[in-house]
T-cell receptor, first 113, second 115 residues
Framework: DVKVTQSSRYLVKRTGEKVFLECVQD?????MFWYRQDPGLGLRLIYF???????EKGDIPEGYSVSREKKERFSLILESASTNQTSMYLC????????????FGPGTRLLVL | AQKITQTQPGMFVQEKEAVTLDCTYD???????LFWYKQPSSGEMIFLIY??????QNATEGRYSLNFQKARKSANLVISASQLGDSAMYFC????????????FGTGTSLTVIP
């Protein structure tokens, strides 16, 4: 069964803290994605990775960085958290072949105080 | 311009009735795929149905069907015989064939099923 997991469901951090959001998939997918979801704005792509150590900026990369050291793990890093980064963060991986749909993790609700 | 437009922020439907959630898209790529996802209050996005731009028939998956009108660039989701468990956010998404692996999402429609 397809599985994407995220390290935390809920996270509370202080302004200026460095924040790590971890995502792990067990499907051997090459492509992984980080989105943030805000009411009325839908899902916006932050970064994606198409292979180990490879990354591409999405639509809103400012204030974020990513790391992909192993195929199954894709990390999102907030170098210095700010209150406007309070959001829901969703990780996804992409199945290639057949119906090429994304599989999502359960999401991390981040609150920055 | 928005790649995916969902104009209905919220919808209500009576249990056991059918409901249509609207989605229009914008692309000049002749090859593309259209997706619908469901997001319950728990937060996880669940893939529902897929329509390829070259598919001749409208996609169906159980109670879900996709009303694909290529000339109008619309890909509406139809849910038949609504159930209370259908209450959720629904997102339409598109992936263009020649633009890599990026997906474009709409802003979503919140569906509430009334008993």
């Amino acid at each position: 069964d397809v599985k994407v997991t995220q390290s935390s469901r809920y996270l509370v951090k202080r302004t200026g803290e460095k924040v790590f959001l971890e995502c792990v998939q067990d499907m051997d997918h090459e492509n992984m994605f980080w989105y943030r979801q805000d009411p009325g704005l839908g899902l916006r792509l932050i970064y994606f990775s198409y292979d180990v150590k490879m990354k591409e900026k999405g639509d809103i990369p400012e204030g974020y960085s990513v790391s992909r050291e192993k195929k199954e793990r894709f990390s999102l890093i907030l170098e210095s958290a700010s209150t406007n980064q309070t959001s829901m963060y969703l990780c996804a991986s992409l199945k290639i072949g057949g119906i090429e749909t994304q599989y999502f993790g359960p999401g991390t609700r981040l609150l920055v105080l | 311009a928005q790649k995916i437009t969902q104009t209905q922020p919220g919808m209500f439907v009576q249990e056991k009735e059918a409901v249509t959630l609207d989605c229009t898209y914008d692309t000049s790529d002749p090859s593309y795929g259209l997706f619908w996802y469901k997001q319950p209050s728990s937060g996880e996005m669940i893939f529902l149905i897929y329509q390829g731009s070259y598919d001749q028939q409208n996609a169906t998956e159980g109670r879900y069907s996709l009303n694909f009108q290529k000339a109008r660039k619309s890909a509406n989701l139809v849910i038949s015989a609504s159930q209370l468990g259908d209450s959720a956010m629904y997102f339409c998404a598109m992936r263009e064939g020649h633009a890599g692996n990026q997906f474009y999402f709409g802003t979503g429609t919140s569906l509430t099923v009334i008993p």
